[in-house]
């Protein structure tokens, strides 16, 4: 029996060497995504930008909330990019993923989209921006890892 156990050992490693293949395609394919989607919306911003100044400066409120939600949609993308590329490379992701939180509530708060319950909707953004600051907060003082590379 004790024969057994160095092929087992083996075999058992090819296993884990082939899923640590698959999980780092899955990461690259998450990211090559993440990058599309990009181009896909820096796209429709630039869309979005040539009608602006097709159709003269002033904005009605609407396409103005349009715009700017999609220039911060661009950035909670590229957020989602530095996360995907932090966890590749086995960083710490939490300072991203604080800033990729801040980003889409703030996102949520610029472009305020009405709400059949305007107080329970904005009581919900304010306990969001509230969680993250209080996790931002407390990763700075615990010194647990650099929150401004």
């Not at 640590?20 to 395609?25: C, E, L, M, Q, S």
């Not at 990461?27 to 911003?45: D, T, W």
Request: charged share 15%.
């Amino acid at each position: 029996m004790s024969a057994d156990r160095p092929s087992e050992e083996i075999e058992l490693k090819r296993l884990l060497e082939i899923l640590d293949h698959g999980v780092v395609a899955i990461e690259v394919l998450v990211a090559v995504g993440l990058v599309i989607m990009a181009l896909g919306a820096a796209y429709e911003l630039a869309i979005q930008l040539f009608h602006m100044v097709a159709g003269g400066v002033a904005l009605p409120p609407a396409m103005f909330n349009r715009l700017i939600g999609s220039v911060l949609e661009v950035f909670i993308i590229v957020e989602l990019f530095r996360i995907a590329v932090a966890y590749t490379k086995h960083q710490n992701v939490i300072p991203t993923v604080l800033e990729a939180a801040l980003v889409a509530v703030a996102r949520k708060f610029v472009v305020f989209e009405g709400a059949p319950n305007y107080l329970q909707y904005t009581l919900g953004l304010a306990a969001l921006l509230l969680a993250v600051a209080v996790a931002w907060y407390l990763l700075e003082r615990s010194n647990a890892c650099e929150l401004h590379e």
